[in-house]
C-alpha cells in the first residue's frame, strides 16, 4: 500500500486491524503502534513509500511488514535507533521504540539509497 | 478528520479523543483547548483517550504538547483510559506523556480535578 | 579471486543466474530487487575481506564485517521463510560462477591452480555453513520464545481488597513471563478499577538488574493506567543485591512483607484498620 500522505497511515491502521480478527489487544495494539511509527517515518522522513504485508513465517507465528521510501537516507543508523535522536525537533523514539517492540527488526539503509524496514512481529 | 468537541464541567474542559488522531486535528486540539482554557480560566482539562487502540510517540508528543501547553496557563491535565495493551506499548517503547497525571478512566479522572459527580437523588413519590 | 571480485557487475548478474538455476531465488519470499541488493552486499564484503592471503575465518578480523552481515541475512532468511539448504546453496552456487571464471581463465591446469581451487571451494562451503548454522540457531531462538507463550504458567492476580490487587511473583522472571505478568494485572486492574498493585517477590530467587527493569516497566504502565505499585517480600540478600548493583527502582515503594505493602495500600487508599472494641 501506498504511503503517501497522512490519511494513508490511517488506512493501514483500518487494514491491520481487519487482518487480525482474532489478536488480542496487546498483540494488536503492538502491531499497530509499530505500523504507526514506521509508517510516520516513511511520510516525515522519506518523502512517502510504501508499505507491504509479507507472508507470514511458517510455523514461527510471526506478522511480517515491510516499509520502504526513496527518501534521503539514515546516516546514522545506530544513532537513530538509540534514545532522543531526532531531525525535526520531535521526540525522535520512533524507530528505537519500533525495534524494541518488534520480534525481528532488519533495516537497511544508507545516503541517497532511501531506507528499507522490515519487521516481525509476535502474532 | 472532524475537529475534536471541548465540553466544559464547572472550570474544567473534558475531551473525548476518539479513532485515529491525526497529524492536523491533533494541533488543532492543541490550539483549541489552549485556547478554552484561557478564555474561561480554567484549572484542569481531562483527556480521555479510551477509544485509542493505539498512541504512538507521534500522538505521546502531541498530548505532552497540549499539557506543556496548559501547565503555561496554569492548568493541570489528566489523561483517562489508557487501556492495558497502549499503557504496556508506551512502557515498553519507552514512551512517556511529561506534564501529565493519568487516571484509569473519566469519572476517576475528573475525580482528581476534584470534580466528584453526585449521585442523582431519587424522586420522591407523594401520594 | 579479489581480481574475479573486483569487476562486480557481470559476477553479480552470473551469481543471480547461478541462484535461479538452483532454485534458491525464491521469487515468492524475497523479491528480486532484495536478493540482488543482498548478493550485491556479499560480494562487496567477501571481496572487502579477501587480501593477497586469505585469511582463516571467522577468527581473522578482516572478517568481521561480513560475518556480521552473514549473522543479519541468516536470522532474516529464517523470518522470511527459507530453508537451511537454500541458505546454505547462496554462498555454493557463486562457485559456479567461480569456477567457470578459472576455468575460462586458466584452460591448462597446473597444480598451484587446483590448490587454490581447493583452498577457494573449502572457503565458500565454510561460509555456507556458517551463516546454515545461524539461521538454524535463530528459528530455533524464536520459536523457543514463542512456545514460552504456550506455557500457561498461571499468574494469578489476588483481590486482596477493594481497589487492591495482589500479584505473588514465583520463580525467575524472563522476558515472556514478565510480559505474560504486565498483561495479566494490567488486565485485571481494568476490570476491577483497582488504584493499588502490589507486587510480592518473595517468591524470586534473584533481583538483576533485568529483574528490576521489568518491575519498574511493570510499575510504570501500572502507573499509566493511573494506579500505583508496591513492591513487597523484599528479602534482606535481595535489597543487599539491589544496592550493590546500584539498581534503581525509580521511587517505586518497597516493603519487607506484605503485611507491611497492604498497610502502605490501606493509607494509599484512604482505609484505616481499628481494632474491635
Known amino acids: 500500500m501506498r ?18 480478527p482474532n489478536a488480542s489487544p496487546f498483540v494488536l495494539t503492538r502491531i499497530l503502534t509499530v505500523a504507526s511509527e ?4 516513511v511520510l516525515v522522513h522519506g518523502g512517502g513509500g510504501r508499505c507491504d504485508i509479507l507472508p507470514p513465517a511458517p510455523d514461527l507465528r510471526l506478522f511480517r511488514l515491510r516499509f520502504a ?39 537497511d539503509s544508507a545516503p541517497g539509497r532511501g531506507t528499507r524496514i522490515r519487521v516481525a512481529l509476535p502474532c | 478528520m472532524a475537529r475534536v468537541p471541548i465540553l466544559r464541567i464547572g472550570d474544567c474542559l473534558v475531551v473525548t479523543v476518539h479513532a485515529d488522531l491525526d497529524d492536523g486535528s491533533a494541533v488543532t486540539l492543541r490550539d483549541d483547548l489552549a485556547g478554552r482554557v484561557a478564555a474561561i480560566s480554567a484549572r484542569g482539562v481531562l483527556i480521555d483517550v479510551s477509544a485509542l487502540d493505539v498512541v504512538d510517540s507521534f500522538v505521546a508528543r502531541m498530548l505532552g504538547d497540549v499539557a506543556r501547553t496548559v501547565s503555561i496557563l496554569d492548568a493541570e491535565t489528566v489523561i483517562s483510559g489508557l487501556s492495558p495493551a497502549v499503557a504496556m506499548t508506551l512502557v515498553e517503547m519507552g514512551v512517556t506523556i511529561p506534564h501529565t497525571r493519568t487516571a484509569l478512566d473519566a469519572q476517576n479522572g475528573l475525580r482528581l480535578l476534584g470534580i466528584v459527580m453526585a449521585p442523582v437523588r431519587e424522586s420522591v413519590r407523594c401520594d | 579471486m579479489r581480481d574475479l571480485l573486483q ?8 551469481w543471480l ?20 541488493e543482498e548478493s550485491a552486499q556479499l560480494l562487496s564484503l567477501l571481496g572487502g575481506a579477501l587480501a593477497d592471503t586469505l585469511p582463516v575465518f571467522p577468527d581473522d578480523p578482516a572478517w568481521d564485517e561480513l560475518r556480521t552481515y552473514l549473522d543479519r541475512l541468516a536470522e532474516s532468511r529464517a523470518v522470511d521463510g527459507f530453508s537451511p ?15 567457470k571464471a578459472l576455468r575460462d581463465k586458466v584452460p591448462q591446469v597446473p597444480a598451484d591452480a587446483w590448490a587454490d581451487f581447493d583452498e577457494l571451494t573449502r572457503l565458500l562451503d565454510t561460509l555456507a555453513l556458517y551463516s546454515s548454522e545461524v539461521l538454524q540457531r535463530s528459528r530455533e531462538a524464536i520459536i523457543e520464545r514463542q512456545q514460552q507463550d504456550m ?8 483481590q486482596l481488597w477493594d481497589g487492591i490487587v495482589g500479584v505473588p511473583l514465583i520463580g525467575t522472571l524472563d522476558s515472556r513471563r514478565a510480559r505474560l505478568v504486565m498483561e495479566t494485572l494490567l488486565d485485571n486492574l481494568s476490570e476491577t478499577k483497582s488504584s493499588v498493585a502490589i507486587i510480592d517477590i518473595s517468591g524470586i530467587p534473584t533481583v538483576d538488574a533485568l529483574t528490576a527493569q521489568y518491575l519498574t516497566r511493570t510499575a510504570a504502565a501500572v502507573r499509566l493506567m493511573g494506579a500505583e505499585c508496591i513492591v513487597s517480600g523484599i528479602r534482606p540478600q535481595i535489597a543487599r543485591t539491589i544496592v550493590d548493583l546500584g539498581v534503581t527502582l525509580d521511587g517505586l515503594p518497597t516493603r519487607a512483607t506484605l503485611a507491611g505493602a497492604l498497610a502502605l495500600a490501606f493509607e494509599r487508599t484512604g482505609c484505616t484498620v481499628e481494632p474491635s472494641a
Open chain 3, 85 to 99: 539448504t537454500e541458505t546454505a546453496r547462496l554462498m555454493l552456487t557463486l562457485k559456479d560462477v567461480v569456477f
Open chain 1, 69 to 107: 521510501d526513496e527518501g534521503p537516507g539514515i546516516v546514522d543508523i545506530e544513532r537513530a535507533l538509540g534514545d532522543g535522536y531526532s531531525t525535526n525537533g520531535g521526540l525522535g523514539l520512533g524507530l528505537g521504540g519500533a525495534r524494541r517492540l518488534s520480534e525481528t527488526f532488519h533495516i
Open chain 3, 151 to 158: 506455557l500457561e504458567l498461571s499468574t494469578p492476580v489476588v
Open chain 1, 38 to 41: 514506521l509508517g510516520r517515518n
Open chain 1, 3 to 20: 504511503l503517501t500522505g497522512e490519511a494513508d497511515l490511517g488506512r493501514l491502521r483500518r487494514r491491520l486491524r481487519t487482518l487480525l
Open chain 3, 17 to 36: 543466474e547461478a541462484q535461479r538455476r538452483a532454485g534458491v531465488a525464491r521469487p515468492d519470499l524475497i523479491d528480486e530487487s532484495q536478493q540482488r
Open chain 3, 7 to 14: 569487476r562486480p557487475g557481470s559476477v553479480l548478474d552470473e
